[in-house]
């Protein structure tokens, strides 16, 4: 069973970066590769997909509202995934969850694509 633990969320201030790492348990040879995504839910809101990407190499994905300021990364040899943020702002508050599935190859930002997910960890970012 694969476990993820998500870590680095934090207050910033406007304008300010964050980085969260997700560290992936419980590989098998079988499932070594997998789609792997970032999902953050704000108060009062449904959870949305921020970012995703496959291990097995390809194309990243981001949601608008990021896109440009959101960088996704999965480092092999640790077994993390990263997202590196970078000129945030107060809409970027939020509970942020790492998610994955080895059922596929492509990633996508649909909540129903992952059947893995970590206990979140929290961004707020406010002056």
């Known amino acids: 069973q694969v476990e993820l633990a998500e870590s680095g969320g934090g207050s910033v201030q406007p304008g300010g970066s964050l980085e969260l790492s997700c560290i992936v348990s419980?590989?098998?040879?079988?499932?070594?590769?997998?789609?792997m995504a970032w999902f953050r839910q704000a108060p009062g809101k449904e959870r949305e997909g921020v970012a995703c990407l496959y291990t097995g190499g390809g194309p990243t994905s981001y949601a608008d509202p990021v896109q440009g300021r959101f960088t996704i990364s999965y480092g092999n040899a640790k077994n993390t995934l990263s997202l590196q943020m970078n000129s945030l702002i107060p809409e970027d508050t939020a509970m942020y969850y790492c998610?994955?599935?080895?059922?596929?190859?492509?990633?996508?930002?649909?909540?129903?694509?992952?059947?893995?997910w970590g206990q979140g960890t929290q961004v707020t970012v406010s002056s």
């Open positions: 998610a994955s599935d080895t059922d596929w190859s492509t990633c996508d930002l649909l909540e129903a694509s992952y059947t893995n």
């Open positions: 419980g590989y098998t040879p079988e499932n070594e590769n997998q789609v």
